[in-house]
Nanobody, 118 residues
Framework: QVQLVESGGGSVQAGGSLRLSCTATASVYCMGWFRQAPGKEREGVGV???????YYTDSVRGRFTVSRDNGKNTLYLQMNSLRSEDTGVYYCTADPDSCNFPTVPDYWGQGIQVTVSS
């Protein structure tokens, strides 16, 4: 079992930035971020494998950056130019076998709230 713990969430005004972090208890091939806005379906945000290959959903591409520190088993999500529609619960995810996006990963963190105000 892989445990994932998110940190860095909070509230920010539209146009601002926020950085999320996720620490895993083990090194996993694929790590990424999913989110769920109020009243909406869960969606993938971005994923990255051990080689640094990344994929983003269209709505965040160019604004968000997924990165990882393999030595620290840590994943990051740098969010810039935030919009109100980015509001939601963000989940750190991991999968030992696949980094196909947006397939459902095996492991999920507890989730962390991100609120973007107008």
């Amino acid at each position: 079992q892989v445990q994932l713990v998110e940190s860095g969430g909070g509230s920010v005004q539209a146009g601002g930035s926020l950085r999320l972090s996720c620490t895993a208890t083990a090194s996993v091939y694929c790590m990424g971020w999913f989110r769920q806005a109020p009243g909406k379906e869960r969606e993938g945000v971005g994923v990255v494998n051990r080689l640094g290959i990344k994929y983003y959903t269209d709505s965040v591409r160019g604004r968000f950056t997924v990165s990882r520190d393999n030595g620290k088993n840590t994943l990051y999500l740098q969010m810039n130019s935030l919009r109100s529609e980015d509001t939601g619960v963000y989940y750190c995810t991991a999968d030992p076998d696949s980094c196909n996006f947006p397939t459902v990963p095996d492991y999920w963190g507890q989730g962390i709230q991100v609120t973007v105000s107008s």
